[in-house]
């Protein structure tokens, strides 16, 4: 499994507003890498970027997957300066981090709206001039925004919190620098979109590989009710030929949208 160094001092960041802005800078090329949330291990499956990865390849969405990081994710209760838990009306966060977080909100601000906003850094930003809101993000925030303090640290559900993030290249060709973490093993998404006389079980039988995971989300250009594509994870011991696994379902709407 790939762990790139996110702390190399020749890489520059970029922020962006929210997850599908990270797939449009790299198909626009805007950034060399990205890096979007594909799992939490307290919330599930982030929806919005398997919403992207399904048309991840098409004319208008470059992309490949080339690596994977799991980051451990430790949330904190802002507030603008001297807001006390007691006058906490509202509460924004992203989806994700306020999933992450029930227990703690239903046990400590059970009468609070819940707002969801673009990122956890949005939420923040968006405390200034707030006299009854809270933001559930991480701490490095307070010094990113004027007048914010800590409030109540830890507030996730569990203290093994963690994300997984798949890394993000505008082709397959793009060079990522060595994971200083190498794995025996080799990873690869499929899309899989089967006809009307296919079965998705059949499809991975004649794959032949090991799934590590499968994912279903409606098909972007269903032309049938219900209509599938699945993202189909594969992880295998050593090199793998992934193009001649393609060949194994020639003419099926497969396409490879990673590998690492």
């Known amino acids: ?51 992207a990865l399904r048309q991840l390849g098409d004319d208008c969405h470059a992309g490949f997957i080339r690596g994977e990081i799991i980051l451990e994710v430790n949330h904190c209760l802002l507030v603008p300066r ?26 400590n601000l059970p009468d609070a709206a819940l707002e969801k906003v673009a990122s956890t850094a949005a939420a923040a930003e968006a405390l200034t001039g707030t006299t009854d809101c809270a933001a559930i993000c991480s701490s490095i925030c307070v010094h990113m925004f004027a007048d914010l303090e800590v409030l109540v640290e830890g507030v996730q559900d ?15 060709e793009d060079g990522l620098p060595p994971s200083p973490h190498p794995s025996p093993s080799s990873k690869a998404l499929f899309r899989i979109a089967p006809s009307s ?59 490879l949208l990673g590998c690492w």
């Open 1 to 51: 499994m790939p762990h790139h160094n996110r702390k190399d001092p020749s890489t520059g960041f970029a922020p962006v507003s929210c997850s599908l802005d990270v797939f449009d800078a790299v198909a626009s090329k805007s950034a060399h890498s990205g890096v979007v949330p594909q799992e939490n291990s307290i919330f599930g499956t982030v929806v919005e970027t398997y919403d």
């Open 82 to 107: 001297g807001l006390k838990l007691s006058d906490i009306r509202r509460v924004k966060s992203h989806e994700q981090a306020l999933g992450q977080c029930r227990a703690f909100l239903a046990r």
């Open 158 to 172: 569990r203290n093994d919190n963690h994300t997984r993030f798949y890394v993000l290249t505008a082709s397959r």
């Open 197 to 255: 006389s296919e079965r998705i079980t059949s499809l991975i039988a004649t794959l032949g590989l090991p799934v590590s995971r499968l994912d279903r989300r409606p098909h972007p250009h269903a032309s049938r009710v219900f209509q599938s594509v699945y993202l189909v994870e594969i992880e295998a011991e050593g090199l793998v030929d992934w193009e001649h696994a393609l060949g194994r379902l020639a003419g099926t709407d497969i396409r």
